[in-house]
């Protein structure tokens, strides 16, 4: 399978909110062992963020889930209260 873009550059959630998804995504484009990021949310309540993190050790785990809960915690003071 083969996705080779959005079909619009913002969806609508089931509440009538619209989501812009290359805005949320950005932040986590440029993170660290992420291989793959999309949202998710066409109608549905709210919009979901996929990601997809590379193989590595257990010692990078660790790593790795604090530096994505900052992440997290950056792009949700970055956004609206309906993108969150």
């Known amino acids: ?3 080779l873009g959005r ?9 009538g909110e619209y989501i812009h998804p290359a805005r949320i995504e950005k932040i986590f484009l440029n ?13 549905l309540d709210g919009p979901y963020l996929v990601v997809v993190a590379s193989i590595f050790s257990d010692s990078d785990k660790k790593k ?8 997290i915690k950056n792009t949700n003071n970055a956004l609206s209260n309906h993108e969150k």
């Open 31 to 43: 993170f660290c062992n992420v291989d793959f990021v999309s949202t998710l949310g066409r109608g």
């Open 1 to 3: 399978m083969y996705i």
């Open 7 to 15: 079909i619009n550059d913002a969806f609508k959630t089931a509440k």
């Open 64 to 71: 790795f889930n604090k530096k994505l809960q900052t992440a």
